[in-house]
RNA sequence: UCCCCUGUAGCUCAGUCGGUAGAGCGGGUGGCUGUUAACCACUAGGUCGGCAGUUCGAGUCUGUCCGGGGGAGCCA
């Protein structure tokens, strides 16, 4: 069907021109001359108003009466500006088509709906304002993520989402067999034959690709993962989901040093490129979701990185003289509560802390020289906290092979992560961000079931 | 996983001390009007999440199960 963007149209010169538009009928309104009706086809977060004289005899009154919310029309007409205030231009119809229509059960409505109700239907969700504007600012960031690594060199790496790995021990992972569920087969000790499974091996669904990743790093460069990733915690809250999108760079030759700078140039980029593609989509959330969104995510762009080691970030808790619920030790990691207190009350800004107690750090992160912490970094941001977490790895074999030891980790299954170490050791960084955090934090949304199209939790699968 | 809240019309919600079901929106009918969450009148629409219990009587109280939400923990 041949048809132009109802954005193209409402961002044109306004000048008359016949035009033909297919979109959703979001709200119809009537007079006794002339019928209008609020077209969305997904393009714009803007509806086109669409005229229809009676006079003119374009439709019958058994048709009027089949223009209901959520039909889906075809409409040929003049494109004008508008004699209404709330609009620049309005299309004139010439002719109307119905192509499929909405019976009166269907559930959305012009007035606000609840989230969690939307979040029971997600096929029909996409059709509001906010999952819309949702759906184009993701977008724009997924893009914005592979235009910066692209730019500076960095090659799109494509780890595997099914591993035999249970990478850095990040909890609880979802298993993949093709083994009978009601009769497995099992050896003479009565443990899970896995020799039968499809594999041949125990395979679970990745938690990261970090580990993977790191291979291509020491051997091409720079380059990054993006993709899916799976964690089977029950967890409940507005901030997880068992899957999401993840983004891990990672630098060959790069120590602590540089995975900062680039991890502020990163989030400075995805920023602005929200900023300036997505004004309409922003400012209805900075008016409808979070009021200020825009004016926290600029300050974020113009402020610097402010560096704060682990050890400097406990002293200033502690003479804060704050009441918080866990109080602040040199050893504990730092609670939610903490960190936002860092970025918002102390630094009043972005903030990079590193170094923190190798204790409560995974064993790859390189040791410091001082042999009670590692070179880790989380970056830290106002109204969020922790936005991105990472460190230099460990690039001395010795040290990561006792480390690892000491952890009890199963070290025939990570020789080959050794073997980086072994042969043509290099030190490198990287660091991961949580993608669907990332959407929920620049859009304010309050949920992130409500930033990825279906979500996944647990006890929570719809469609 | 723990703590708290919650489930009533297609949607958003009210429902007092336990006494037999209400509003707005959406739909239908009529009126009015280049309207902007249009407006006015009338009207249809209910297994009050499921099961069990207390009671003469349960939307309301109790138990239990299921769903949803918020906070915490785990984390991204």
Known sequence: MNHTAIKSILTGDGTEHSQTVCGWIRTKRES????????????????????????AQIISDEMNHRLLTGASVKAVGLVKPCQGAS?????????????GEAPTDYPLQKKRHTFE????????????NTFGAVARVRNTLAQSIHDF?????????????ITGNDAEGAGSMFQVTTLNMDAPPRSGSGQIDYNQDFFGKKSLLTVSGQLQVENFACGMGHVYTFGPTFRAENSN???????????????????????????ELFIKHLLSTVLNTCQEDMDFFDKWISNGLID???KVLSSPFVHLPYTDAISELEKSGEDFEYKPVWGSDLQAEHERFLTEKVVKGPVAVTDYPKDIKAFYMKQNDDNKTVRAMDILVPRLGEIIGGSQREDNFDKLKARMQEMNMDMDEYQWYLDLRRYGTIPHSGFGLGFDRLVQYVTGMQNIRDVIPFPRTPKSMIL
Request: contains cysteine; glycine residues 4%; charged residues 20%.
């Open 149 to 161: 690594f692209q730019q500076r060199g960095f090659l799109w790496i494509h780890t595997p989402i």
């Open 237 to 263: 809250t507005a901030r997880h989901l068992s899957e999401y999108w993840m983004v891990e760079p990672e630098m060959a030759f790069c120590n602590l040093d540089g995975n900062r700078e680039l991890a």
């Open 87 to 99: 609009q620049s231009v309005e299309l004139q119809a010439q002719s109307i088509d119905i192509i």
């Open 117 to 128: 109700f939307l979040r029971e239907i997600p096929h029909l969700r996409i059709r509001t």
């Open 32 to 55: 006794k001359n002339v019928i209008f009706i609020e077209l969305n086809d997904g393009t714009s977060l803007n509806t086109l108003q669409i005229v229809i004289d009676k006079d």
């Open 296 to 298: 926290s995510l600029q």
